[in-house]
């Protein structure tokens, strides 16, 4: 922009670029590494040692914990039981990733589970009797209300400069009195049934067959498509880029992921009835996470969120407004976790005066943590929640094939915490000592 | 010495001759704190100008009132000969002044092109272009000679204090800066690191870019300035070309605020616009 290269005749030594006919390549002398196969993955192992390990330890975990219970129980790995296994864990999944928001910028919000809860109830409450309320409206009024929540405890952190682990932590208290007197209010004892189908079938309901295909392919031709073009236009701008093999394998890797899906949920899993295809919480989840993670990667928005949580102060004197990209955030953990209480309500088939709340957010704090996004601020990404929250479902649903209860169950899901965050502090002790 | 960037409709009075920054009768208290008395400096462009003094001489509050962080009590700033207000880093920003902290305010997180651009980031269609911003972000580093970074796509974290120094450095000037001001730019670095700083400090001034530089260090001092100024409790006592000084003569004005030995000092106002070289 400014001075475009204009080497005074002072120009001290520096025969690099003196000499360089492509003063560019000089600024960087990685491309030459990472434009070839083998370049790119020393690249990558450079990288997995300096503690950028990614999703790898997720992923392998993940594998771990398949190959325990498929041993375990022949039906782990059905494709009856691995649909069953997406639904469930799409509320952990989405919770997670309403965490994320906050875990990015080094806060937490304890309060999601049962402000999610809340959403619901009220939903549940609009579309029920004596005057049912469309779906298109009670929806969004939950998510509102859960949004709303969330710039309530975002204005408590950043005007009182109140930590927003306590601010919270009341929510979580308060969010259940609020949870109990809402469905106790309602008249219907303990809990409020939801009747309304469309909102049930926002877990219960799947694509047909062919529009599962072709939801499917669509959207690896999109997706595929832009990963294949942005790597074009790198490498078209003289930037480095990953090779060709590398970003044709990618798109390969997408196309498979897409045809297993397909392919598991196409199959019957219905014992009396038939019932197949991709269930809509999948479609959810995945458009979810695909928008999400887009506003933390592509926006300035997202830039910002990882900035503060790496160093307020650097961001605040670039010009980075503090206030309201964290008050964003909080509305944004507080729609995202609307969202996951739909989810949650529409499998319960209900909301009751009884959700556990404070382990709904714990599980929802681990699904992130778990996936790799770190507590100490400025590291997170959907895909995290995404993978994370699968892990706590196939500890959830892989402990209750083999016969084994809550007691277990909580145990196994503690030790792979405990995996998790002792992944994160020897990643970050790996950056830095680098 | 060059002025580099071109195109600019404000360089005009800096033609004329003025310094491109000078302040005129600043001061600054805290309460009953006089951290700043009187302080009057000229910063002409393509110059290092090296501001020394004890702790708690008033050299980062002087530096604060020109990048906007502190509002001068009393007193005036002139940039390009015109009388200017600095109200905020915005405002310091806007007309070309860019400071480096000395805890250089970097983003470990983020590579080396978002840190580049944190908070004047290159959009397209509303979303973030970072092929552009990588483009240039290239491009700054290369004219400006930091040939030891690996990737501009590494994380900052994963980057050596003199790297670290560079990159902050190059934010700065990236955006237009015609003053670059450094706080103790080279306090934490080692022997080959410190000389690659201030060797990036050099060419920032051949590129016509004026450059305030506060340093404890003597040698490194002397190694890169155009200009000294001393300040001792709160007053600019002494400034002028360096050739003018010696490390002796330069010791004694930093300790006890005057010169006894030979020559004879410029005290106090220092000197008329237009006394460069
Ligand atoms: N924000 C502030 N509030 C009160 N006093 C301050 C503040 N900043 C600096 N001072 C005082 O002003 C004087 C000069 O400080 P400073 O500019 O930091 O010195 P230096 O950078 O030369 O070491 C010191 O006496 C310091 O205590
Ligand atoms: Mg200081």
Redesign the pocket.
């Known amino acids: 922009m400014a001075s475009v290269d204009t080497p005074t005749p002072s120009e001290p030594v520096t025969g690099a670029v003196a000499d360089g006919e492509v003063p560019l390549e000089v600024a960087a002398s990685a491309p030459v590494l990472a434009t070839t196969l083998g370049g790119y993955l020393r690249a990558w192992l450079k990288r997995m040692r300096s503690g950028e390990s990614g999703v790898l330890p997720v992923v392998g975990g993940l594998i771990i914990l398949t190959v325990i219970f498929q041993t375990q129980s022949s039906v782990f790995l059905s494709a009856g039981n691995i649909t069953n296994l997406l639904i469930q864990g799409s509320t952990f999944v989405v919770l997670g990733m309403a965490e994320v928001w906050l875990l990015v910028l080094g806060e937490i919000d304890l309060s999601v589970g049962y402000v999610s809860a809340i959403g619901a109830a009220i939903t549940a409450i609009m579309i029920g009797p004596p005057h049912p309320l469309p779906l298109w409206f009670a929806m969004p009024v939950g998510v509102v209300v859960t949004g709303a929540v969330g710039a309530l405890w975002g204005t408590l952190v950043i005007r009182l400069r109140l930590p927003s682990f306590v601010v919270t932590l009341a929510g979580l208290l308060g969010g259940e009195g609020v949870l109990i007197w809402l469905v106790n209010g309602n008249g219907t004892g303990g809990t409020i049934r939801i009747e309304n189908n469309v909102f049930l079938d926002l877990t219960s309901g799947n694509l047909s067959l062919a529009a599962g295909w072709i939801v499917t392919i669509a959207a690896v031709v999109v997706f595929g498509g832009l990963i294949f073009l942005r790597d074009r236009s790198r490498r078209r701008s003289g930037l480095v880029a990953a090779p060709l093999v590398v970003t044709l394998a990618k798109i390969v890797g997408l196309a498979a992921a897409g045809v297993a899906l397909v392919l598991v949920c196409n199959t019957n899993r219905g014992e009396l009835v038939t019932l197949q295809g991709i269930p809509y919480a999948v479609v959810i989840v995945i458009a979810l996470v695909v928008l999400t993670s887009f506003m933390l990667d592509r926006t300035r928005f997202g830039r910002y969120l990882y900035a503060i949580g790496a160093n307020a102060e650097a961001a605040r004197r670039s010009g980075v407004s503090l206030g309201w990209n964290r008050l964003w955030a909080f509305v944004l953990t507080g729609v995202t976790a609307g969202i996951g209480g739909m989810l949650y309500a529409a499998r319960l088939g209900s909301v009751s005066n009884n959700v556990d709340g404070g382990t709904l957010v714990l599980y929802a704090v681990a699904a992130a943590v778990i996936g790799g996004a770190s507590l100490f601020g400025g590291r997170g990404k959907m895909v995290h929640a995404l993978l994370g929250g699968i892990v706590i479902a196939t500890i959830y649903n892989g402990m209750g094939l083999i016969g084994l209860a809550a007691d277990y169950q909580y145990m196994i899901t503690a030790l792979v915490l405990l995996a998790a965050v002792t992944v994160d502090a020897l990643a970050r002790r790996g950056r830095t000592t680098s | 010495m060059t002025v580099v960037a071109e195109g600019r409709p404000g360089g005009a009075p800096a033609a004329e001759g003025a310094p491109l920054l000078q302040l005129r009768g600043i001061s600054k208290s805290?309460?009953a704190?006089q951290?700043l008395v009187h302080v009057d400096l000229d910063v002409p462009a393509g110059q290092v100008t090296a501001l020394v003094?004890?702790?708690?001489?008033?050299?980062?509050?002087?530096i604060k009132t020109i990048s906007g962080i502190w509002a001068p009590t009393s007193g005036e700033i002139r940039w390009c000969g015109e009388p200017v207000s600095i109200r905020s880093p915005r405002e310091a920003d806007d007309l070309g002044i860019a400071t480096v902290y000395q805890d250089l305010a970097l983003c470990d997180n983020l590579d080396i092109v978002q840190n580049m651009y944190l908070g004047h980031e290159i959009l397209s269609k509303r979303l973030l272009d970072e092929n552009r911003m990588e483009l240039t972000a290239k491009q700054t580093l290369a004219d400006l000679s930091v040939t030891t970074v690996q990737s501009v796509r590494q994380p900052v974290g994963s980057l050596s204090g003199g790297q670290r120094q560079s990159v902050a450095v190059a934010r700065a000037v990236m955006r237009d800066a015609k003053l670059v001001i450094m706080d103790e730019p080279t306090a934490a670095l080692g022997v080959s690191q410190t000389a690659q700083v201030l060797d990036l400090i050099k060419r920032l001034a051949e590129r016509g870019i004026a450059v305030i530089v506060?340093s404890h260090n003597l040698s490194d001092v002397f190694a890169v300035a155009d200009r000294l100024a001393v300040?001792y409790l709160?007053r600019l006592v002494d400034s002028g070309p360096i050739t003018d000084y010696d490390t002796q003569r330069a010791v004694e004005l930093i300790t006890t605020g005057a010169a006894n030995g030979n020559g004879a000092p410029t005290n106090g106002r220092g000197h008329h616009p237009g006394t460069g070289e």
């Open positions: 805290f309460g704190v951290a003094g004890d702790n708690g001489a008033g050299k980062s509050t002087l506060i300040l709160g």
